[in-house]
Every structure is written in C-alpha cells, then in structure tokens.
C-alpha cells in the first residue's frame, strides 16, 4: 500500500515536471498573458476545452450580423487547437473538467469601429453561471475580441495526453487598454508588402492588442496604390505586380476592421512625394527638381483632393495622416516659375510649406477627416494647424510635452525608441518608452492619445518584416495597454513572459526573432524557444 502510494505520488510529480516543462514555462502562481491585463486573479486547477468548443450568445445585445464575432472566435479555436494531434478520448474525463465552450454577452448592438470605443471586457473561466462554460463580457465586440485574445493564451496543449488545457483555473481577468491609439507602421513604398504579408501583419497586431495599421503607402521610391481619381497616379509603382488596386486596399481595410484595427491611410506632402509625378510629371517642380510638390499649381491640390475624395470611400477611419516632415525647400527656390508665383504672393519658402501643409488639411477636412501630421509642421507653424490636427511625433524625446501643452492632441513614436528599422534599439527601450514622460497634468495627459511604432521600409520586405517587427513592437504594445502601475519598472520582472508570447508567436506561423540581440536576430545558439 505504502508503496503503491509512493508510486502515484512519483508519477504526479514527474507528471507535473512534464507539465511545467511541456507547458513552456508555465509556472504555478506565474501567468504568461501578454499584454498584462488590467486586473487577474487565477486558481491552480484545470480545465481541458472540448473538441467541439462551442460559441453561445445567449441573452446578448448584439446580433454578429457581420459575423465579426462568429469568424474570430472560430480563428481563435483553430489557433488554438492548430494542426495538434487531439485524439484524446473524453469519455474517460470526469464532464465537470471540460470546458464546452464560451457564452459572450455583449452590450452593444453597433460594431461600428472607430477611434476610441470601448475596447474593455471581462472574462471569466469557467462561468459562475454555466460552470461547463467560460464566460466573457464586453460593451462592445471589439472589447470582445480582446478576451478572445486573452483567452486563448490561457490555452495550452500538452503532447502527453493530446489534450487542450485551460490550465490555473478559476480565472477573472477585467481589462481595458491604457491608450485608445496603440498603432503600428507600414510602409509599402520603399518596399512593396504583398497582400498576404499584409494580412499576416495584422493578424499578428491582433494577438498583441495593437489597434491601428498606419499605412504610409506612398514615399520617393513608389506609388503603389490605385486612386481612381488619378490614374496615372500608379505608375510611380516599381512593377505591375508590385501595387494595390482600389478594390485590394480596401479589402484590407475590411480585413482590419474586422478584427478591430482601424487603417491612418498616409499620403505625405508636399516632401517625400516624388514618384506621383511619374504619371503626372507636372507635380514635379522640373523634371530635374522633382520634389516637394510643386506648391505654385492648382492642380497639385486638385490631385490631393482626388486623391483624399478616394480615401474617404474606404478610408473609414476618423483620421488620416498628411505627412509634412522633412520638406527641403530648395527644389522651390531653384525653379523659375515657382519663384515668380512665391514673389506674387509675398511668401517667402517656410511660409510656402506653411500655406502647403494648411490648404492640404483643408482639403481634408472637407472630406471629414481629422488629420495627423508628421511633428515638423507643429515645431513650425504649431499655433496655425487645423485644431483637429493630431501631431505625430519622431524626432525625439519631450515633443509631445509641448504638443499638448499647446492643446493639441499627440501620438508618440520618438525614433530614438520606437523605430523599428532602428535595429540596434533593444527591446528593453521599448519596454521603458513612457508616452506621457514629464507630463503631470491629467487634462493634458488626455491629449497624448497613444503611441506607434515605426516599420519604414528601407530594408524589409516579404523576407524580413515580421521578425523586424517582433517581439519589439509587441514591448511596445505592453506599455501602451497596460495600466501605469501594472507596467514592470525593471524589463527584466517582463522577460520570461515575453519571451513565453514571442515563441507563442512562432507557434502560431509568425516570424518573431529572438529577445536575445539586436532587432531581427536569429537565435545565437541552440536551445528552447523560451531562453532565447
Ligand atoms: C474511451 O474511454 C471510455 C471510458 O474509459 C471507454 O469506455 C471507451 O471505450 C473509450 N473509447 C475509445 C474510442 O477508446
Ligand atoms: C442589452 O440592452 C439593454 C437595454 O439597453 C440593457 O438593459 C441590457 O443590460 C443589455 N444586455 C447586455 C447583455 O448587456
Ligand atoms: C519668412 O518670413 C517670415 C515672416 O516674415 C519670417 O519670420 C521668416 O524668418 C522667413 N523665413 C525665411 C526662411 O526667410
Ligand atoms: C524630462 O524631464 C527631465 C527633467 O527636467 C529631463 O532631464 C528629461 O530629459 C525629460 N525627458 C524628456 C523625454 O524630455
């Protein structure tokens, strides 16, 4: 008897060494959600999801006559159970240890998406109303979504017994982000991003909780997108397989909407503009001065209306990003007739750039954006921008502190932190990037509206991007959900879980580099996934 019982007692225990090592890292009373919920408390009990893990809506508000909610939680349950080998029998688990599937009640019939909704939510596993059920709540579907999210990295499988688990149950996680503007940069025009890259993206955005893809689709290099209006326009492209129709771009706005990620749709004048005028030369200064946008022509601003009055059929975001960084001038101040027309109208080249940047915002504001813009025209001519501007920094540290001092709302992406393409940047200085350094004031802490990191395109494309991406956006992506004083003040209280999600990311087909090393670094040497 006495030794039958050691027997058992042994097998528990390597059986539990199994788990821990199995699990990856999962240690009792330690938990691997990235980005760390506002609120979790968790049990050490278990639970093993049902093959046929069921969706039930119940007594909700909201109709999923979109199917919104129907396709993430399906995408969810296929995430989770992957190609795994489950063929565990389940008729020899006791039915109060399977978890059937998850009732969601949501508040709100609208699933309009736009900047700022209610992103929170509630979970609750297992329900304490259904106890064969989880249980999720939220205001809106996209609050929803995030749950799905949450709940899905409560999910383990384990190779011994071929089933899913939900392992330290009970669990009750009550979430919401810190910043409703919790962006991430691409930029399609220094290197085309096929669609399917593009899409790969933001599924990956989706399991870090980022909100917004800036798209800065159009720079010097490439003109990559279709714009009805303009034709021609495309024939900045690098080749005919290298660009977006109309129909695609907005397929991947549809694409992001339903997985709760609005598009900022980039065009950035009057600099960085120089392949529009492949197909309409005239946009150019000269032929050989070809940028910024020649400032003397009506039809440079016809072309940006057109292009705009585009935008605002499948842009459906509140706002839209103009640009209007690193504009030099002396393309301008070389060409005859632009001199002639600066003359005429008694302004000399800053105040061209000044009249350029605030006839542009008009014209987006007539199409019922708001408009971001690039820091330059704020540290310029700040006291004239459209009062719905929202100044995008880059340059540095301590600009959004003078943005909203001067009562305008800002988006923080300081290069020197959260600039992807900035390779040697570790991912422990975009852990510590606060958005709201040195600034006290809770009225104008309001107006830093979040933060973005940066994925220009020099050098990556398909090959490369999402390791350059990850796991560095995704430190980010703590900092800007997670509660001030939830946010580890050591990077290294945050390694093990981070390192947990980035091999989560592996497993789930995305590209993630190791944390160890600079951004985009294959793994120095061999080893587990988790110490890498
Ligand atoms: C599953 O387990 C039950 C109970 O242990 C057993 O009766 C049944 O035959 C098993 N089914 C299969 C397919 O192995
Ligand atoms: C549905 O809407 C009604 C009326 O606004 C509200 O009283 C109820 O609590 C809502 N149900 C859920 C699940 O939020
Ligand atoms: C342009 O004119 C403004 C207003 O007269 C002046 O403040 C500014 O210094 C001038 N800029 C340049 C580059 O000459
Ligand atoms: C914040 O303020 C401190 C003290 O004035 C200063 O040393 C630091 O550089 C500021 N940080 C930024 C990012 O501006």
């Not at 109303?129 to 995030?146: M, R, S």
């Not at 109309?246 to 749709?265: D, H, K």
């Not at 504001?365 to 310029?380: A, R």
Request: hydrophobic share 40%.
């Amino acid at each position: 008897m006495g030794l039958q019982l050691l027997r058992v007692w042994l097998l528990l225990f390597l059986f539990g060494l199994v788990a821990i090592v199995g699990g990856g890292g999962v240690n009792v009373g330690d938990f691997n959600i990235w980005p760390m919920p506002k609120s979790v408390t968790n049990g050490h009990r278990k639970l093993y999801m049902a093959l046929d893990f069921q969706l039930i809506t119940e007594g909700t508000n909201y109709s999923d006559a979109s199917g919104i909610l129907k396709e993430a939680f399906t995408t969810m349950v296929d995430v989770v159970q992957m190609d795994y080998a489950l063929d565990a029998n389940f008729s020899a688990l006791h039915p109060s240890v399977v978890l059937k599937g998850l009732q969601v009640l949501i508040s709100s019939p609208n699933d309009q998406l736009q900047y700022g909704i209610d992103e929170s939510y509630k979970l609750l596993v297992p329900s304490p109303y259904k106890p064969d059920f989880a249980h999720l709540e939220a205001q809106t579907v996209y609050g929803a979504l995030h749950g799905l999210q949450t709940f899905s990295q409560l999910c383990h499988f384990n190779s011994a017994t071929s089933r899913i688990e939900v392992l330290m149950v009970p669990w009750t996680i009550i979430d919401q982000p810190r910043f409703s503007y919790r962006g991430l940069l691409i930029d399609t025009s220094r290197h085309y991003q096929p669609l399917p890259m593009i899409k790969k993206v933001i599924d990956s955005m989706v399991y870090a909780k980022l909100n917004v893809l800036h798209w800065h689709i159009v720079d010097t290099q490439s003109f990559p997108l279709e714009i009805p209006s303009y034709p021609k326009l495309w024939d900045g492209a690098y080749s005919f397989s290298e660009r977006y129709t109309f129909a695609e771009a907005a397929e991947i706005v549809s694409y992001a909407q339903r997985r709760g990620i609005n598009v900022l749709a980039e065009i950035d004048v009057p600099g960085h503009a120089l392949s529009w005028g492949r197909g309409y030369p005239s946009l150019w200064p000269s032929k050989n001065c070809q940028q910024p946008l020649d400032v003397s022509s009506e039809f440079t601003f016809k072309v940006i209306d057109g292009i705009l009055s585009d935008f605002s059929k499948i842009f459906k975001f509140k706002f839209v990003h103009l640009g209007g960084d690193e504009v030099d001038t002396s393309c301008w101040m070389s060409t005859p007739h632009i001199m002639n027309w600066l003359r005429k109208h008694g302004m000399n080249e800053s105040e061209a750039y000044q009249y350029f940047v605030l006839r542009a915002q008009k014209i987006a504001l007539s199409h019922g954006y708001e408009i971001v813009n690039w820091e330059e025209t704020f540290n310029n001519f700040g006291s004239k921008l459209s009062r719905k501007t929202v100044v995008h920094n880059w340059l540095g540290g301590g600009v959004a502190e003078k943005v909203v001092a001067a009562g305008l709302r800002c988006i923080v992406s300081n290069q020197d932190k959260w600039y992807l393409d900035h390779l040697d940047t570790t991912w422990q200085q975009f852990y510590m990037n606060e958005p709201l350094t040195n600034i006290t004031n809770t009225e104008q802490q309001k107006l830093v509206i979040g933060g973005e990191v940066c994925m220009w395109g020099e050098t990556v494309d398909g090959s490369d991007i999402e390791q350059t991406i990850w796991p560095r956006a995704a430190a980010a992506a703590e900092r800007l959900w997670t509660t001030y004083n939830k946010l580890a003040r050591d990077p290294k209280q945050v390694t093990r879980r981070l390192a947990h999600f980035r091999c989560l990311l592996n497993q789930r087909g995305i590209a993630a580099a190791p944390l160890a090393g600079p951004g985009r670094g294959a793994p120095q040497e061999p080893g587990s996934c988790y110490s890498q």
